[in-house]
């Protein structure tokens, strides 16, 4: 898929219930969209506990890309929250409800209000791949070298 950045994409999106609210954007180009706790109440997250919201949508996204979920760098900073698993995926072929298992990285109990912002939705391309089994890899100059290998820092 040719991504022309200039070209809007509309997104088909589901609401599964009254409450849930649409994917909005912080400024004009700001790459991520807001998604939104679906929530009846507030939601108080332990210390190093996950707890999994739902955003009360599902999406159907175009073929050949996927739905990442981002933290929002105001509330990591400001309450220790972050997608459990770092960076969500939502395949192009799924329809359920986009949930967000959200991680409490502090030491104190943070709130999640229902309609509060708890992630962003970013619309990528990703390239199929098949694999094949080698018995030898092309050569490189870094070679093996892994962790710390390409700088002192």
Do not use: W
């Not at 050949?64 to 770092?86: D, E, Q, V």
């Not at 912002?117 to 070298?145: C, H, K, W």
Request: proline share 3%.
């Amino acid at each position: 898929m040719n991504c022309n950045c200039n070209e809007e994409k509309k997104i088909k999106v589901k609401k599964l219930n009254v409450n849930a609210k649409l994917p909005t954007r912080g400024s004009a180009s700001a790459a991520g969209y807001d998604l939104y706790a679906n929530t009846r109440e507030k939601l108080i997250i332990l210390p190093h506990e996950t707890v999994v919201i739902g955003t009360g949508l599902a999406f159907e996204l175009p073929e050949g890309t996927f739905g990442a979920i981002y933290a929002r760098s105001g509330l990591a900073s400001k309450k220790g929250l972050r997608p459990a698993n770092c960076t969500g995926v939502v395949d192009s072929d799924y329809r359920g409800e986009v949930k967000v298992a959200i991680h409490n990285d502090s030491t104190q109990a943070q709130e999640i209000s229902a309609g509060e912002r708890i992630a962003q939705l970013i619309l990528q391309t990703y390239i199929p791949m098949t694999f094949e089994e080698v018995n030898d890899l092309e050569q490189s100059d870094r070679g093996e070298a892994g962790f710390g290998s390409t700088g002192t820092n």
